[in-house]
């Protein structure tokens, strides 16, 4: 595990989108076996399941994904940068951290924790899971893509789904019903206006409209159409919801759906500082320690068929996950 750049090209030569994570996990829980860690692997659903592994405990653990969204892109080194799916979110990320913590363990500080999840890009089942676990680390860093800086926060996020109902009736005599689609269409003209809460640091809360669905055939005046929104909130989820009900009253019904709240997060001198506008997992393993957010690589690469890592950020990310590691044992 000492090349963090060959490392992280074989797990991504491992296609794990979310909920067929089953292989890779197997990958980096053998691996570490081999390495002398203590290796749980806690199931969360047939087949896959989080990796945990530890040494003496009761120090830091590093922490992030192992799935990542489809479709599954191929690995390739390209000149001075690792190109394919996972490159940055987050199987670059895994590889840096169980490279620095080999180092770590290789002279003699063994305070430190390694926990893989499952899930994080569709509704954090494996994070959800991993918080029952008996943790004992006093400080946890969540790795996604910061640009390697630490997060002073991150927004949270709250799935909705909005409905409209319309008439059906003969696209022919168009008069004798009412599209829904049109109706949710004039609905979604205002979502812009909306007065949405604004933080000093985590900046102004969006909304997205992600799906949109609606109609049967083009021949029928659609009776029904639904978007699913994602907000991603900068603070209390209370006036965005009473923002959005006054939207949508007597004209849409909505339906609320998982919710992550927004947070700050520890940071440590030395370290460049920003806000995140995405969410991670970190809200959900409060049993693991005081939460800090850093990573290789950006987001605005993420989730794309162009994602890719910088191989001098990755190798150098090592040595900032070690010294984040003494960093915070040291206090």
């Not at 000149?79 to 490279?99: E, P, Q, S, T, Y």
């Not at 949710?184 to 933080?199: H, N, S, T």
């Not at 997205?208 to 991603?232: H, W």
């Not at 191989?311 to 206090?331: K, M, N, P």
Request: with cysteine; glycine share 10%; proline share 5%.
């Amino acid at each position: 595990m000492t090349d963090v750049v060959a490392l992280a090209a074989e797990l991504m030569a491992i296609p794990s989108t979310t909920r067929e994570e089953g292989p890779v996990v197997d990958a980096i829980a053998g691996r570490l076996v081999a390495a002398g860690w203590n290796v749980t692997v806690q199931e969360v659903s047939a087949g896959r399941g989080n990796v945990w592994a530890s040494r003496k405990g009761g120090g830091v653990t590093l922490s992030t994904h192992l799935d990542t969204v489809p479709p599954y892109v191929a690995p390739r080194v390209d000149g001075d940068r690792l190109w394919g799916r996972g490159a940055c979110d987050a199987k670059g990320i895994a590889a840096a951290m169980m490279v620095a913590a080999e180092r770590l363990v290789a002279a003699s500080e063994e305070r430190v924790d390694l926990l893989f999840v499952v899930g994080e890009e569709r509704g954090s089942d494996g994070a959800r899971a991993a918080n029952q676990l008996p943790a004992t680390s006093r400080w946890l860093i969540n790795g996604e893509p910061t640009e390697s800086r630490l997060a002073s926060g991150c927004k949270g996020a709250l799935r909705v789904l909005a409905r409209v109902q319309g008439r059906e009736a003969h696209s022919a005599y168009p008069h004798l019903g009412e599209s829904a689609i049109l109706l949710m269409a004039r609905l979604l003209l205002e979502l812009d206006a909306l007065a949405l809460p604004v933080d000093a640091a985590l900046g102004a809360t969006t909304v997205n409209v992600g799906v949109i669905r609606g109609g049967s055939q083009a021949n029928i005046i659609p009776g029904i159409c639904e978007v699913e929104l994602m907000v991603r909130l900068v603070g209390d989820a209370a006036p965005v919801k009473a923002a959005l009900d006054a939207w949508a009253a007597g004209r849409a019904t909505l339906e609320y759906g998982s919710f992550i709240p927004a947070q700050l997060f520890h940071v440590v001198p030395g370290f460049e500082v920003a806000p995140m506008a995405y969410t991670s997992d970190i809200p959900l393993l409060t049993r693991w320690g005081t939460p800090l957010l850093f990573g290789p690589g950006s987001i605005h690469v993420a989730h794309t068929p162009d994602e890719f890592i910088a191989v001098d950020e990755l190798r150098a990310s090592v040595d900032h996950y070690e010294r984040l590691v003494r960093s915070l044992l040291a206090t």
